[in-house]
T-cell receptor, first 113, second 110 residues
Framework: KAGVTQTPRYLIKTRGQQVTLSCSPI?????VSWYQQTPGQGLQFLFE???????NKGNFPGRFSGRQFSNSRSEMNVSTLELGDSALYLC????????????FGPGTRLTVL | QKEVEQNSGPLSVPEGAIASLNCTYS??????FFWYRQYSGKSPELIMF????GDKEDGRFTAQLNKASQYVSLLIRDSQPSDSATYLC??????????FGTGTRLTIIP
């Protein structure tokens, strides 16, 4: 069974630009969650999607948004990038929102210059 | 006060000894508790979860939960060099958000 895939794996952008990251969950998993990981703040929850609906949202500004498609694939978008947005963005999928079946993807390393 | 707190370490343990990792949380409504292992440059991997007070064992790993003290721990018996990693404690709060601690870096010394 294929794992969670994220594209691209690495990305370099400049301040003010926008970026879209993609996540394909494990087959059969309908829930996708996004996290930001930085050395200073650790792993922080961004949002969760289940059956194309945002079910939960973390404490991030409105520049961070996401969506989920009917095939459970998800995208997250960050507009007007800031230097502080440089981080590893991790996507995790699980079956029916159960965290004990949650698997993380390899992440997208975003660098904002 | 942070919602989930862990000692950042590094924690150094001799090979074959017991490694003890601790975590405290602030939300008394939390019901589910998870331990993830993250190797350097890799993504987190779920290794244990516990929902009820007491101990839960899985191979060399034991998770312990004390809801009255708002305390979760992970014991690793017979520590191996391959156990060297950062261990993340995560708590699912009453509002269904998964909050992570900043992690404890564990080094097993051969």
């Amino acid at each position: 069974k294929a794992g969670v895939t994220q594209t691209p794996r690495y990305l370099i952008k400049t301040r003010g630009q926008q970026v879209t990251l993609s996540c394909s969950p494990i087959s059969g998993h309908r829930s996708v969650s996004w996290y930001q990981q930085t050395p200073g703040q650790g792993l922080q929850f961004l949002f969760e999607y289940f059956s194309e609906t945002q079910r939960n949202k973390g404490n991030f500004p409105g520049r961070f948004s996401g969506r989920q498609f009917s095939n459970s694939r998800s995208e997250m978008n960050v507009s007007t990038l800031e230097l502080g947005d440089s981080a590893l963005y991790l996507c995790a999928s699980n079956r029916d929102r159960a965290v004990d079946t949650q698997y993380f993807g390899p992440g997208t390393r975003l660098t904002v210059l | 006060q942070k919602e989930v707190e862990q000692n950042s370490g590094p924690l150094s343990v001799p090979e074959g000894a017991i490694a003890s990792l601790n975590c405290t949380y602030s939300d008394r409504g939390s019901q589910s508790f998870f331990w993830y292992r993250q190797y350097s440059g890799k993504s987190p991997e779920l290794i244990m979860f516990i929902y009820s007070n007491g101990d839960k064992e899985d191979g060399r790993f034991t998770a312990q939960l004390n809801k009255a003290s708002q305390y979760v721990s992970l014991l690793i018996r017979d520590s191996q060099p391959s156990d060297s990693a950062t261990y993340l404690c995560a708590v699912l709060s009453g509002n269904e958000k998964l909050t992570f601690g900043t992690g404890t870096r564990l080094t097993i010394i051969p």
